[in-house]
């Protein structure tokens, strides 16, 4: 299509031309250029909607066409506006064609590339819009031909590069520049300050920079309207002269480094409307000059260095609609005149160093919607009335406020969006009104001394996603629909003194993300219903009084960044997924019993695993008679006795008192028996052992059949001080050469325990040990077993030395993990997840994380 619309250029041409030459009137031939160049234009395009498709070659005049206007005394096209077609492409030839037309727009489409030259060809041209497309690439340099361009509009494009001193020395008649939002950089060109027609200059959000000249330059365009750089890089000061410019409606110049004073004439501009100079570094006080302002709506000079007292004149401004002097370093009190501003909807004074109440006047702004006054040191109470009105945010945080929270009017509870009155000193109670705020997005009441309990209302808000109500007095329970929106990002009621247990219903949260239970009171069980949580990224359960076990299932949450569970009552296991297994000591510490290589102290299962004792080892009964607690075994173990965990620490410690201590009496007879013959067996090896100087002869086990069983003859002798070289909480490590071939290897000798366990138990748990294995440490080679000695042997020597170098931290911790799985208590051993566990801290070892072995 577009091949044969450049033939058809190329042979309209050529007939033209041969018109010429042939010099016939017999054969008229009508060529208009228009049809010509917007055939060519549209070729080069792309058209998804076809919304050109009434543009035709075969056309006589183009005047028809949609989007296309023709002057009604020359029947020329005089207007092309494209505007938000969703076309693309280059801006190609064909436009210069047309000749006669005045305004061509082709804003808020997708053409790209550069701009071709060929629009300078265009002598009537007085209006182009080519705003909001993706067009690149230097500002083009037609402008030097274009002296009869009125309005120009390039702005939200990509533009890039400083622009030419000479840019607009011939666009003499320019009343309308914008160039905002693209890439552009450097000074204003000075050719642009003898554009004496300018009403409108928009330079805002690109990368200009330098020190404008106000004096000789801008404030010497006395036609000017409107004056927009912000959101560049100026800096400088901005002196006085403004008011030169009679007329002048609309100053930006926010996002800028100038500094300095404000100018002190800005008063004289009567008809100065819109007044923005935040966010740059100005200092002094405000000019008096500023109250002459009647017609000012909007007024901002935030995020200044601004100093003095709070105007007392702020009422004059009777036009107000925003005023916002936020974040500057004003002091004195809030004028009571802010009250005379009857169309004030937006006021923002946070963040400064004003004093005094909130003026009660300020109830008489009936138009107000949004109010900020964060960050001050404001005292004294709410203004009753003020939340009758209509507001949609209130901010009173980070004041001195005293008093309770004043009931609100339905045209609050309609309109309230976000509250914050955090850290004051508010008390009394959070009123039930509350649920009433249906499209209530924020509500923040922490850090004040409120004494109620959580108002079930809490729950009835809709679109609630911030409730943070931490550190206050609230008691009572967690009530358990206040997820019933399932829209709540983050709950935080730390430090409180909130009592039970948390809600199931808890689950219902689908959105939070971060849930804060910390420093108070509650009880029971982690719920198991937080596993649903999936976009959960911050737990906080921390000094509370919970119970039991961390439920697996919170292993599931993928997102979860960071959980403190530490200073509860919690025992047992952690979940083996998700963030729980790199967890740190800080945030599990001060619990009852939970197990992980990060804590020292005991690890407590929710069901301890039953222990046997099994007195028929030692001999036959003389007393055929059960005791309590005894349960029948197969017959190839004899009748074993299943003891609850209280009765076995008191049967262990009569094991060691009976050493030197009578019998408790009151025993019953049978269980007396019992131990007596247990303590007569004790003490004949205790004594025999004494006298001998050697241990009773023990059982050696090997597991690798080509070792040689001389390598332990006298243990007693190889126990030394000198061959220590470690402890553990289930015994001490030595290092001794044994056997004809002097092998150096490392054994360990168990603590004692409370109870004397059966070799064929403490053979199967060694075995399951021995077969162990990890990339740098062989197999367990065997132990010695006697009822008072138990020592478990492995070559030290035994990492492989076809690894190389190796990291020797690693040997020792894992040497010690070794130890500790051959607990002689089963329930103090780890399980394998835990193994895992802390396998992966050998891997990355943490110096102080090792002593825990």
Known sequence: MGFSHLVFYFLVSSVASLRGCMGSDRVPIQINDDVLGLIVFKSGLSDPSSYLSSWSEDDDSPCSWKFIECSPVSGRVSRVSLDGLGLSGRLGRGLQKLQHVKTLSLSRNNFSGDVSLEFGLIPSLESLNLSHNSLSGLVPSFLDNMSS?????????????????????????????????NLLEGPIPSSLLSCSSLNTLNLSNNHFSGDPDFVAGIWSLERLRKLDLSHNDFSGSVPQGVSAIHNFKDLQLQGNRFSGPLPVDIGLCPHLNRL???????????????????????????????????????????????????????????????????????????????????????????????????????????????????LEEVDFSHNGLIGSIPLGSSALYTSLRTLDLS???????????????????????????????????LGYFQNLTVLDVRSNALDGSIPADICESGSLNILQLDGNSLVGRIPEEIGNCSSLYLLSLSRNNLSGSIPKSISRLDKLKILKLESNELTGEVPQELGKLE???????????????????????????????????????????????????????????????????????????????????????????????????????????????????????????????????????????????LFDSKSSPDWIDN???????????????????????????????????????????????????????????????????????????????????????????????????????????????????????????????????????????
Request: charged fraction near 15%; aromatic fraction near 6%.
């Open 715 to 853: 243990p007693e002798s190889l126990l030394n001080k000198a061959a220590e070289i470690g402890q553990g909480v289930f015994g001490t490590v030595y290092k001794v050469s044994l056997g004809s071939e002097a092998r150096t290897v490392a054994i360990k000798k168990l603590i004692a325990a409370n109870i004397i366990q059966y070799p064929e138990d403490f053979d199967r748990e060694v075995r399951v040990l021995g077969k162990a294995r990890h990339p740098n440490l062989l197999s367990l080679k065997g132990y010695y077993w006697t009822p008072q000695l138990q020592l478990l042997g492995n070559a030290l020597d035994c990492v492989d030395p076809s690894m190389g170098d190796y990291p020797e931290d690693e040997v020792m911790p894992v040497l010690k993990l070794a130890l500790v799985c051959t607990s002689q208590i089963p329930s103090s051993r780890p399980s394998m997840a835990e193994v895992v566990q802390i396998l992966q801290v050998i891997r990355t070892p943490v110096p102080q994380r090792m002593e825990i072995f």
């Open 559 to 701: 997102n979860l960044l960071a959980v403190n569970i530490s200073y509860n009552k919690l025992i047992g296991r952690l979940p083996v997924g998700g963030i729980f297994p790199s967890l740190d000591q800080s945030a599990l510490q001060g619990n009852l019993g939970i197990c992980s290589p990060l804590l020292k102290g005991p690890c407590k299962m929710n069901v301890p695993k039953p222990l046997v004792l099994d007195p028929n080892s030692y001999g036959n009964q003389e007393d055929g008679q059960k005791p309590r607690h005894v349960s029948s075994r197969p017959a190839r173990f004899h009748h074993r006795m299943f003891l609850s965990v209280s009765a076995i620490i008191a049967i262990s410690a009569t094991i060691f008192i009976v050493l030197g201590v009578i019998l408790i009496s009151l025993l019953n007879v049978s269980v007396r028996k019992r131990l007596a013959f247990v303590d007569h067996a004790l003490e004949s090896m205790c004594s025999s052992s004494s006298r001998s100087g050697n241990l009773v002869p023990g059982r050696l086990v």
């Open 423 to 457: 850290r004051n000193n508010l008390t009394g109670h959070i009123p039930a009104e509350m649920g009433l705020s249906s499209d209530l997005r924020c509500l923040n009441l922490s850090w004040n001394n409120l004494e109620s309990r959580m108002p079930p209302e």
């Open 276 to 390: 923005d100079l935040s966010s740059n570094l100005f200092s002094g006080a405000l000019p008096e000059s500023l109250q002459r302002l009647s017609s000012l709506n909007y007024f901002s000079l935030s995020n200044n260095m601004l100093t003095g007292e709070f105007p007392r004149w702020i009422g004059n401004l009777s036009s107000l609609e925003y005023l916002d002097l936020s974040s500057n370093a004003l002091t004195g009190s809030i004028s009571s005149s802010i009250g005379d501003l009857k169309s004030l909807r937006h006021l923002s004074l946070s963040n400064n160093k004003l004093l005094g109440n909130i003026p009660t006047s300020i109830v008489s702004c009936t138009m107000l919607s949004v109010i900020r006054l964060r960050g001050n040191s404001l005292n004294g109470s709410i203004p009753e009335g003020l939340f009758n009105l209509g």
């Open 149 to 181: 361009i009125k309005f120009l509009d390039l702005s939200e494009n990509s533009f890039s590069g400083p622009l030419p001193d000479d840019l607009f020395g011939n666009s003499l008649s320019l009343r309308y520049l914008s160039l905002a939002g």
